[in-house]
């Protein structure tokens, strides 16, 4: 992670991406396939051999997930640890009036990760109830996961655990909270108040920060300094990358810096890879530069080193005024210690929204950096990601 900062442009072995619909764009590293199969026998066993690098990937909503789609191609030692300060919509109602952990984002993950033979599972826990019945609004995977939460004892790791095996996910394959108690997001936001652009307000709630019209000058959890998932720390510890973003910059990824043990750890992970946003998230980081988004990384975790930036070839880039972002954020990235990888993983038909298939073509030479093991290709199989 300390190696001399560059701009990562040499290109390496070509490989073949596969997915659900077959073979598609070259590019450097590894063989990208549907899923990467089931994880390495156990080192010391007879059938042991090189296994593929271990990584967590953390954040929340469909960041994460588009991360997890694209990581679950490539490696079955998979970790995702996910926000859990939601407050809006289904998990926020479960939060209120039963006191569970928010599911939604720790379902979104669990159905990012689940495998394609199993694609029934995964429309199930996201299908939402429709109508005006109690359970209108509530997709099954969160009663699903606060129902295994009462019945395993109160453990959100127990049920997660149990919700995987269900799901058929690859031995080696998780989805951990980052806290084990819900937790809220509070924020000093500035330009709230008409003709008083300077005046701050704090806005409290998840669903409430991403939603802001305002700046968020700053933010903070509820309760303040909360333990972190203890198998989390540990992931990330032994973990050979660690994936941050992208997502919404306030409710799903710094958040994870403000838990005390959860930031230590990604001050000492061996190799840390953030993804930037394609766009920027409506009032949340509006007028956001690139380069502010790493700079925010910092004041949050001030010893944070990255191995590398993954940013789109966007049109954002390009230009005038793109000339000047792309400057600003080879300099944040050198500042970081990092190098910046410019790679195509924008949806062509959604330019705000990443596709799996192209994040993978730009993970997978990391991964390839991090463990000379390759992940043995596996044919697509239908009904995929």
Not at 82 to 102: F, H, I, M, Q
Not at 165 to 175: A, H, I, N, S, Y
Not at 185 to 196: F, S
Not at 258 to 272: E, N, T
Request: contains cysteine; glycine residues 12%.
């Amino acid at each position: 992670m300390t190696a001399p900062p560059r701009d990562a442009t040499a290109r390496g072995p070509q490989l073949t991406v596969v997915g659900p619909d077959g073979p598609s764009r070259p590019g450097p590293g590894l063989s990208v396939t549907a899923d990467a199969g089931p994880a390495a026998a156990p080192a010391g066993t007879p059938d042991a051999g090189p296994q593929p690098a271990a990584v967590v990937a953390l954040g929340g909503g469909h960041g994460l997930a588009a991360t997890l789609r694209a990581l679950r191609r490539l490696t079955s030692r998979l970790t995702a640890v996910v926000t859990v300060a939601d407050n809006g919509g289904s998990s926020g109602r479960l939060r209120r009036e039963l006191g569970a952990v928010p599911p939604g984002d720790l379902r979104m993950a669990l159905a990012a990760l689940t495998p394609s033979g199993n694609d029934v599972w995964a429309r199930l826990l996201q299908h939402r109830f429709e109508g005006d019945s109690p359970l209108a609004g509530h997709p099954v995977g969160n009663l699903l996961l606060v129902g295994l939460t009462e019945v395993l004892g109160g453990s959100t790791a127990d049920a997660l655990a149990a919700a995987g095996r269900l799901l058929g996910l690859p031995e080696g394959t998780r989805v951990l909270p980052m806290s084990d108690g819900p937790l809220d997001i509070e924020a000093d936001v500035a330009g709230l108040v008409p003709g008083e652009p300077h005046r701050v307000t704090v806005v409290r709630g998840q669903a409430e920060v991403a939603l802001t019209r305002g700046s968020v000058l700053a933010t903070r959890l509820l309760p303040p300094d909360p333990p972190a998932c203890a198998a989390a720390v540990t992931a990330i510890g032994e973990a050979d990358v660690v994936v941050l973003g992208p997502g919404s910059l306030f409710s799903s990824v710094v958040p994870h810096l403000l838990v005390p043990q959860l930031r230590d750890a990604l001050v000492g992970a061996r190799r840390v890879v953030y993804v930037l946003n394609l766009v920027p998230q409506p009032g949340e980081t509006d007028g956001f530069s690139p380069a502010a988004h790493l700079r925010v990384l910092t004041e949050h975790a001030p010893g944070l080193r990255l191995d590398a930036v993954l940013a789109d070839t966007s049109a954002s880039l390009v230009g005038a005024d793109g000339v000047r972002l792309l400057a600003e954020l080879r300099e944040a990235t050198r500042d970081l210690g990092a190098r910046l990888l410019l790679r195509p993983v924008a949806r062509s038909e959604a330019p705000g929204q990443h596709d799996p298939v192209a994040l993978a073509t730009a993970f997978a030479p990391l991964l390839g950096e991090a463990s000379p093991a390759h992940p043995a290709a596996v044919p697509p199989a239908p009904g995929g990601s």
